[in-house]
């Protein structure tokens, strides 16, 4: 467990177990294949970037682009997340409660995205939770 928020590139290409921390940096949990990750605050950007498996929740916002080039997987994000969320990716789910920034699920060709709300130009297929 980090008690503080971590550095770039917490939990990268993790394959099982589970990391905690308090908040994170930018390529948080990138080519994930497996195992969990819980981030109490906010995260940066690019989370999850080229997932192929695992499982991470972020308690407050993540920054743009997270979930990008995602294949399997699944993100949770409580509050807000950035631009391009889920950009490029083929497989896995995002759900975040929040609001998705501008052009969400842009150029997906498969997975599920849904959000509280979304921003401006988001791609055919997102479901708007309301």
């Known amino acids: 467990m980090v008690q503080e928020a971590a550095g770039d590139y917490l939990g990268q290409e ?12 930018d390529y948080g949990f990138r080519q ?4 969990w990750g ?12 080229g997932n192929n498996g ?10 743009e682009r ?14 807000d997340a950035g631009e391009y969320l889920g950009l490029l990716m083929s497989g896995g789910e ?10 969400a699920g842009w ?4 997975g599920r995205i849904a959000a509280g709300r979304l921003g401006p130009e988001a791609a055919d297929g997102v479901l708007e939770l309301g």
């Open 107 to 110: 150029r997906r060709k498969g």
């Open 32 to 35: 994930m294949k497996g195992g």
């Open 14 to 25: 993790m394959r099982g177990g589970g990391i905690v921390a308090g908040g994170c940096r």
């Open 54 to 63: 695992g499982m991470i929740a972020v308690q407050g916002s993540c920054g």
């Open 94 to 103: 995002i759900l975040v409660r929040g609001e998705a920034g501008r052009r």
């Open 66 to 79: 997270a979930g990008w080039l995602m294949r399997s997987g699944r993100l949770y994000v409580r509050h």
């Open 38 to 49: 819980v981030v109490k605050g906010d995260a940066g950007k690019f989370l999850g970037l």
